[in-house]
């Protein structure tokens, strides 16, 4: 049985996700986490006595050794290491909604101080691809940034969403690292510096990613999914009713090779096997786990696992001796086989005993028959897939009807599948009154994403009260909620996206096919959908010379249909034009809001600072008359004081309501360059991200516009 | 003296019923004892253990399910004869397994608790218990409410025949002959009788007593009265107590008290030198344990706890220490006799495995012809749903053979479920469409590998009653489903009580009309927990109850044609004359309904709310203020500033914050049964104040008794 090495309590709240271990001397380790009220703290146990409380730093009053840095703001994300190229200790940085923040906490300077008007929702430091020196990698509102050691922008390119979590790791084995990026759209990205090299979707927000080794990492999902993945391929997950606060790789059992360790919301810390997700230790905090890091905190040479809680609490954990033999949990191991094998051969008995009374059972002749659920033995369920319009009570959505082909009725249906429901299953349980042979189930994914469908079924009779479990599993496609059934008089799309493939059009039915749900013998290419979920039409068509035109007014849609066309086909670079008038219109008119959210912005920040200075001035003069004694002025002066303040709080609600509105809209030109990429394939892509961000740097919004219709084709 | 008990499984039987397993006597002075155990299968398997191995002494022929065994022999001489009962029928087996008795009770029900003391034998049906001696009818008994348990004090010391009965109803009974002698009440309803130090003590007339809810007691039945000697609480929340026995364990003279409950715990408890009973030992199983003995089995001269389980493991917690246990990485460490026996097990799997193809083959075949059919075995499902006094909810523990695949939980009443920290099944909640299904609940629990145990916390409301249904799927072939359901009653808080303070202001509700007395007992018994099914013998019949939230009480007597019901709480009367009045309609009978409304009962009711209430309120206040004045802590370095009761929430947070934990939505539910009370009360005078409910919130937000008392008056 593993037991922590070393526990301490350190009486300061921990922010989850907010833990990290620096060598801020260049010797001795320090935990180092993010607090309430805008601070963070620094454990140094190792070197004792008095600093100087001075610039950001002060002593904790509680803890000796505990020093406490003032950010003064809520802090999002913190990380330790070495960022310059000849500082004696690792670099401190922290990241809030609005800053960066790289510290030394040795010298107790700034080393920079960085505006970030994307946040800071998530960092890591280390080298990126080719880019010479370290970097301090910033995901924000769909942007990630890299800063070097002098705080210049080193790197920039744009992702679908929120970034929540990244890890950097040689993800492609070239001997360089790629940046895994996890974002609030469900996707796991892979960059080569600024280049997209692969995507992964998963069924909910990424929450963190841990590097494991070679090409293999960790991720954990909001929804409590942690696993592992090698490359694009997903190895194994598991699926919790708690939630994985951090994650981390470490060789707890000492055979040479790092676990998965997971820290859990119910203070659950587990190790699982890289390959197989099998636990091999587990131990409990009384509150959640706020953070898992690795360090040697003894100063003894051996890296101990560190566990905190977000009350403070911190474990140490030293990986496991051989006489372990990597037996960590306190149970014996052949008392656990022969209760498996026993337990297996329970089960086989008892599946033996169901197959030889039921050859026992003769129809009519079995006692209780109406409450077992007797069924005939050639009950197949029959399940179908259709696209239902609108009507008046429900709206449009598409039908899984499930129905028995004799008098046998269906109880209830269970449908498990991931990201189109609420939670990850969906229930249909008729009320005994209206039982029948066949249930129909609406759905309506709420993305355009395959689906696998796990349906259970229960069919018996209708007095059973044991039913037979019917398991089928169906497939939705990617696009199924397009119905080809078309209005005439719904007006035609504006917007279109044209590109040309070297293929037969009977590649592009098959890919058709594939993903919408179409009825039997189409072989043209042409045609044209109404889109369910949205409004409008969405036509497809091809012209002999391998030409198609998309004409959709929705620029994702556009996107998700080039990408998916163009992992089917396997084309590797594919250049498009397109058009979307109305999105564009929106866009100039979001890159307008964008210039005026700017400059109130500074206005309002001149006039703060005026008032400040205002408000200097009133305090001594308050101040000067309470001396002098004169109690009339002085009670005139605080209350011209309080007015101001309460002006001041006033304009500090607007002003935040003004970066909230200019954050959104910082956020939607982001998106927009990163839809416009997706119109393309390869590097047509990589070059619209940058033209398109070179653009907006240079304010140059007509060039923006035409690199976004045209590519960078003319380039 | 610390114990330090190691877990050992001997063997895997079928589904066990609770006391159906017992330790034969040893033969020599030092030698192993033979364990008997019998199953649902109907199998009596008796069997002793040779280095490890599970020697069969005897094995039964399969039949109905047994569901007691006992021990028995000539007075004075080694008790070692099996006796057990299945059905209505007792059988006995000499311990070489020879069967020498048969007898046949020619009871309706089947027999659920048995003893036998030399000749005579005790058997107890559902409501009925019999003597018989030497086969020969003797003594009758028909008790008020089911009989779950009984025991003989000792003839030897006592020199008579002094039957105990543990009734439902919360009651001892101690008979004489067919007389009731006297009865004991106890606080929860007896689920389990056993003579202490398994003589009954000193004078035979000690009883130790387990209840459903968790508690255990030892009283002495003296031939006038009861003496009540201790009575332990349930503190923590433990499982009902399902076997006791006394063995002597810490080897200090005293037999030590061995508790198993329905939640896995094993228990030992040692009584100090005041005969107090402390907690010396515990250990979880993960299944609930049916029979505990305390003897030797495993190897001689260690003495230990043996245990089945309801999925038939049989196992020791041995005091015999344990080699040094090898890892995964080196099996050739293992014993020679683990791995012999670990080889026949996989052989014995092999041929299984080949069998069970066979048999799903013949399945698979059946399918294609259209007259077999497919009928699966009904498989066992140990379940309980009962009211837990503490935090007025019900807990919901369903336990199968196998591992549980998938629960699918279903309520047409509006119910709250809450989350059990035990549980690891990742729960879903279904969207559903109450209008045409009647759906108000539908949740999917997802198991974890190996989970054959699922507690579940359900809250209801009061006056909102239905059925909860679940339907549980193994995970065995074929796949089937069972659905189990739980009646929600109107009154579903309420709990049976020996007697209520008649002092209190109530408010009686009469109803007169062509009723029977069972058809009035139906409709009690449909309105409230707890009520026997069976109609009471006699002409009349009173029942006490009481609200376990809000401690108010109910006093329910009737008879043929007239029911009177009494409460201090306006809000239970009024739910019983609703639904009394629809079950009569149903019925087509008609009724004259009279009601007395007290109006001091509103404000006693209300008196007797306020502390709960108020607790709950200043409890809700510190726990907001915990995380501020925290951060104040640490701003400001220490929290000597504070006043002191800011310093005092401070000091208790963890305290408090766990305590707030503990109580989800408590105001809620408080505010929901004032706001009921305010309804029902002005219902009595036929006015509709719905409208006035957005004051009466408004008044419970700023929260004083005598506001709300004058409200209640002046609406």
């Known amino acids: ?715 | 003296m610390e114990l330090n008990l190691k877990h050992v499984d001997y063997l895997q039987v079928g589904v066990t019923s609770p006391k159906t397993m017992k330790l034969l006597p040893a033969v020599g002075r030092k030698a192993t004892q033979k364990v008997a155990v019998a199953d649902h299968d109907g199998v009596v398997n008796c069997f002793g253990m040779k280095k490890g191995e599970a020697v069969p002494v005897f094995r039964s022929l399969p039949g109905q399910k047994i569901s007691r065994l006992e021990l028995g022999g000539a007075l004075g001489t080694p008790q070692e004869k099996i006796f057990v009962c299945s059905g209505s029928e007792v059988r006995g087996y000499t311990k070489k397994g020879k069967q020498f008795l048969s007898f046949e009770a020619n009871l309706t029900e089947n027999i659920n608790a048995m003893r036998v003391s030399g000749a005579d034998l005790f058997v107890c049906a559902s409501y009925i218990y019999n003597h018989y001696c030497d086969c020969k009818d003797q003594n009758y008994f028909l008790s008020g409410d089911k009989i779950n348990d009984m025991v003989c004090l000792p003839v030897e010391t006592v020199g008579r025949t002094v039957p105990v009965l543990a009734c439902q109803d919360r009651v001892l009974r101690i008979l004489q002959g067919s007389e009731l002698l006297y009865d004991f009440e106890i606080s929860g309803q007896p689920s389990v009788l056993e003579l202490h130090n398994r003589d009954g003590g000193k004078d035979g007339e000690e009883v130790l007593y387990g209840t459903a809810d968790g508690k255990l007691g030892l009283v002495q039945l003296t031939c006038s009265a009861p003496v009540p000697k201790w009575e332990l609480d349930n503190e923590k929340k433990k499982g009902g107590v399902l076997c006791i026995d006394t063995f002597d364990f810490l080897g200090d003279g005293v037999k030590d008290i061995l508790v198993g409950r329905d939640d896995g715990t094993v228990e030992i408890y040692g009584l100090d030198n005041s005969n107090e009973p402390t907690l010396r030992f515990e250990n979880v199983l993960t299944e609930s344990v049916a029979s505990i003995q305390g003897g030797c089995v495993g190897k001689e001269s260690y003495d230990e706890v043996v245990t089945t389980t309801y999925t038939g493991w049989v196992s020791g917690l041995t005091t015999e220490p344990q080699q040094m246990e090898a890892g995964p990485g080196d099996e050739v460490k293992m014993s020679r006799e683990t791995q012999a026996k670990l080889a026949a097990l996989r052989a014995e799997l092999e041929q299984l495995q080949v069998k069970v193809m066979q048999g799903r083959e013949k399945y698979q075949q059946s399918s294609q012809s259209s007259t077999a059919v497919s009928a699966v075995p009904v498989f066992s499902i140990n379940d309980r749903f009962t009211l837990c006094q503490e935090d007025a909810s019900y807990s919901l523990t369903l336990e199968v053979q196998t591992a549980i695949d998938n629960l699918l939980l279903q309520s047409d009443v509006p119910i709250d479920l809450l989350d059990v920290d035990k549980n690891s099944a990742v729960v879903s909640f279904s969207e559903c469409d109450s209008e045409p299904n009647g759906n108000f609940l539908l949740a999917t629990y997802r198991c974890q590998a190996n989970t054959t145990r699922l507690e579940l916390k359900v809250r209801s409301i009061e006056g909102q009653y239905g059925t909860l249904q679940a339907y549980v799927t193994p995970r065995l072939q074929p796949k089937t489903c069972q659905v189990r359901q739980y009646q929600i009653k109107p009154l579903s808080l309420h709990q049976r009580t020996h007697g209520i303070d008649h002092s209190r202001p109530m408010n009686t509700l009469r109803l007169v009309g062509q009723f029977s007395f069972a058809e009035i007992h139906s409709w009690v018994m449909f309105c409230l927990p707890e009520v026997p099914e069976k109609t009471p013998a006699g002409e009349n019949i009173t029942f006490y109850f009481q609200n376990t939230f809000l401690g108010t009480q109910l006093e329910a007597s009737y008879c043929k044609g007239e029911g009177n019901f009494k409460s201090d709480n306006i809000s239970t009367i009024s739910i019983l004359k609703d639904v009394l009045s629809k079950e009569a309609t149903k019925r087509k009978i008609n009724l004259n309904i009279s009601y007395d409304v007290n109006e001091d009962s509103v404000s006693h009711t209300l008196t007797m709310i306020h502390p709960k209430l108020e607790y709950q309120l200043l409890l809700a206040k510190k726990v907001q203020l915990i995380d501020a004045l925290k951060e104040l802590q640490v701003h400001e370095g220490n929290a000597d500033f504070l006043i002191p009761e800011y310093r005092n929430i401070l000091d208790e947070s963890a305290r408090l914050l766990e305590e707030y934990k503990k109580q989800p939505a408590h105001l809620e539910r408080l505010y929901g049964m004032i706001t009921d009370l305010f309804i029902d009360k002005f219902k009595f005078k036929g006015q509709n104040v719905k409208t006035k409910v957005s004051q009466l919130l408004e008044i419970l937000d700023n929260y004083d008794l005598n506001s709300l008392v004058d409200f209640f008056n002046d609406a």
């Open chain 1, 1 to 715: 049985m593993l037991v922590p090495i070393f526990t301490l309590k350190l009486n300061h709240k921990i922010n989850p996700r907010m833990v990290t271990v620096g060598k801020f001397d260049g010797v001795h380790p320090c935990l180092t986490a993010a607090t309430q009220a805008g601070k963070v703290f620094i454990h140094n146990p190792h070197v004792r006595g008095k600093r100087q409380a001075a610039h950001r730093l002060s002593q904790s009053t509680q803890d000796s050794d505990i020093t406490l840095l003032n950010i003064n703001q809520a802090v999002s994300c913190l990380a330790a290491g070495i960022l310059g190229p000849n500082t004696t200790g690792d670099t401190l940085l922290v990241g809030s909604q609005t800053s960066l923040l790289a510290y030394d906490v040795h010298d107790n300077a700034d080393i920079f101080y960085r505006e970030v008007t994307d946040g800071a929702n998530a960092i890591v430091l280390g080298k990126l691809g080719n880019i010479h020196s370290p970097l301090a990698i910033i995901g924000g509102n769909c942007a990630l940034q890299g800063f070097d050691y002098e705080g210049n922008d080193q790197f920039w390119t744009v992702t679908g969403d929120n970034v929540r979590s990244m890890v950097l790791c040689d993800f492609t084995g070239d001997g360089k690292n790629e940046l895994l990026v996890g974002s609030e759209d469900f996707d796991i990205r892979v960059f080569r510096e600024d280049e997209l090299v692969s995507e992964m979707a998963e069924n909910e927000t990424v929450t963190s990613l841990c590097h494991m080794h070679g090409s293999r990492f960790g991720y954990a999902l909001a929804n409590g999914t942690v696993g592992v993945y090698d490359r694009t391929a997903r190895y194994w997950r598991i699926k919790s009713k708690n939630h994985a606060m951090s994650i981390h790789a470490f060789d707890l059992n000492g055979d040479g090779v790092v676990e998965l360790i997971t820290g859990w919301s119910n203070g659950k810390i587990d190790a699982r096997s890289d390959r197989t997700g099998e636990v091999i230790f587990k131990d409990n905090f009384s509150s959640s786990v706020a953070g898992v890091v690795e360090g040697d905190y003894r100063m003894d040479g051996q890296v101990q696992l560190i566990c905190t809680s977000v009350e403070g609490e911190v474990r140490g954990y030293l990986p496991a001796s051989k006489e372990l033999k990597g037996n960590l949990m306190d149970t014996s191991v052949e008392q656990e086989l022969v209760r498996e094998l026993s337990q297996r051969k329970q089960n086989l008995l008892l599946e033996l005993r169901n197959y030889e009374e039921n050859n026992k059972a003769v129809p009519g002749a079995i006692e209780g028959e109406s409450q077992m659920g007797v069924i005939p033995a050639n009950t197949q369920l029959q399940t179908a897939l259709s696209v239902r319009t609108a009507t008046e009570n429900q709206r449009a959505h598409i039908e899984l009807s499930i129905s028995t082909p004799n008098e046998t009725i269906i109880r209830a249906v269970l449908i498990f599948a991931e990201g189109i429901f609420e939670g990850e299953s969906h229930v249909v349980h008729p009320s005994a009154q209206s039982l029948s042979g066949c249930i129909c189930v609406p759905i309506i994914p709420p993305k355009d994403i395959p689906v696998d469908l796990h349906i259970k079924a229960f069919v018996g009779g209708r007095t059973s009260t044991q039913f037979h479990v019917f398991e089928i599993t169906r497939q939705l496609p990617r696009f199924s909620m397009y119905d080809l059934h078309v209005d005439p008089s719904t007006p035609q799309p504006k917007g279109r996206v044209t590109f040309s493939i070297n293929d037969r059009p009977q590649r592009v039915v098959m890919w058709l096919n594939q993903n919408f749900l179409l009825p039997e013998g189409i072989n043209s290419p042409n045609m044209t959908f109404t889109a369910l979920r949205g409004e409008g039409l969405l036509s497809i068509s091809m012209h002999s010379s391998g030409e198609i035109t998309l004409n959709t007014d929705d620029i994702d849609l556009a996107g998700d249909l080039v990408q998916s066309l163009a992992t089917f086909l396997a084309i590797e670079d594919l250049q498009a034009e397109a058009d979307f008038p109305i999105y564009f219109e929106e866009l100039r008119v979001t890159l307008t809001e964008v210039d005026e959210f700017h400059s109130v912005h500074q206005k309002l920040t001149a006039a703060m600072a005026d008032h400040s200075s205002h408000i200097r001035n009133m305090l001594v003069q308050a101040e000067d008359a309470r001396l002098m004694g004169d109690l009339k002025t002085m009670k005139k002066r605080y209350i011209e004081l309080y007015n101001l303040n309460r002006d001041l709080i006033n304009e500090y609600k607007i002003r935040s309501n003004n970066h909230n509105a200019l954050l959104t809209r910082l956020k939607a030109v982001n998106q927009a360059i990163q839809r416009a990429g997706r119109l393309r394939v390869g590097k047509p892509k990589n070059q619209v991200i940058t033209a398109c961000r070179d653009a907006i740097k240079n304010n140059n919004i007509n060039a923006l516009f035409k690199l976004m219709r045209a590519g960078t084709a003319s380039s």
